[in-house]
């Protein structure tokens, strides 16, 4: 069994900064890709940025420059750094783990809202 529980979303001013934590806990396999994506209301849920364990790493053109994804394997842990945030990047932000290695072995969090407004 696997748990992926995300922290950090809030209410944040159009310029601010917000940093959200994903833990993943349970039977993990080493070779995976952590990652955050996020849904909007009435959208589809989006990849936002994606990191492997040897490092890897995948942006969302929208957020380049300004979002940077960082992990600590040893804790199973993915970071996500949102600087310079915009109203269009209000959504709920979900983490997701997934084995590189086995294609059916992907985890998700329950979510974390994140409100850009004045």
């Known amino acids: 069994q696997v748990q992926v529980v995300e922290s950090g979303g809030g209410l944040v001013q159009p310029g601010g900064s917000l940093r959200l934590s994903c833990a993943a806990s349970?039977?993990?396999?080493?070779?995976?890709?952590m990652g955050w994506y996020r849904q909007a209301p009435g959208k589809e849920r989006e990849l936002v940025a994606t990191?492997?364990?040897?490092?890897?790493?995948n942006y969302a053109d929208s957020v380049k420059g300004r979002f940077t994804i960082s992990r600590d394997n040893a804790k199973n842990t993915a970071y996500l750094q949102m600087n310079s945030l915009l109203p269009e990047d209000t959504a709920v932000y979900f983490c997701?783990?997934?084995?590189?290695?086995?294609?059916?072995?992907?985890?998700w969090g329950q979510g974390t809202q994140v409100t850009v407004s004045s």
């Open positions: 990191m492997t364990s040897g490092g890897r790493t």
């Open positions: 997701n783990i997934a084995s590189l290695v086995i294609g059916d072995w992907s985890y």
């Open positions: 349970g039977n993990i396999f080493s070779v995976n890709r």
